[in-house]
Nanobody, 121 residues
């Protein structure tokens, strides 16, 4: 029943902005690190941005200065604000989280299904 569900993807013109959201649900005791990955056709999945429970962030060099990751620990959500989008940003964006679960009590890693971001020139 534990899920990560992404939303906010779509089609935008180069230079535009999108805000992606990822919501975690289920019997979750605690969410540790959360991150956004992306995968374009013919390319390997890459880390776009990550954020720890304390708020420390990491960004891929290609998105530094353009993307901002944030989280709401109370709502169990993580967002990715994407500005100055480029055609090279076109990909499926996936949410990932390390969390502590009940039944049984354990640490687990989950992926969302992904949301498509398409940037036209």
């Amino acid at each position: 029943q534990v899920q990560l569900v992404e939303s906010g993807g779509g089609l935008v013109q180069a230079g535009g902005s999108l805000r992606l959201s990822c919501a975690a649900s289920g019997s979750i005791l605690q969410i540790n690190a959360m991150g956004w990955y992306r995968q374009a056709p013919g390319k390997q999945r890459e880390l776009v941005a990550s954020i720890t429970s304390a708020g420390s962030t990491t960004y891929a060099d290609s998105v530094k200065g353009r993307f901002t990751i944030s989280r709401d620990n109370g709502k169990k959500t993580v967002d990715l604000q994407m500005n100055s989008l480029k055609p090279e940003d076109t990909a499926i964006y996936l949410c990932n989280a390390d969390m502590i679960l009940f039944t049984p009590l354990r640490t687990a890693n989950y992926w969302g299904q992904g949301t498509q971001v398409t940037v036209s020139s």
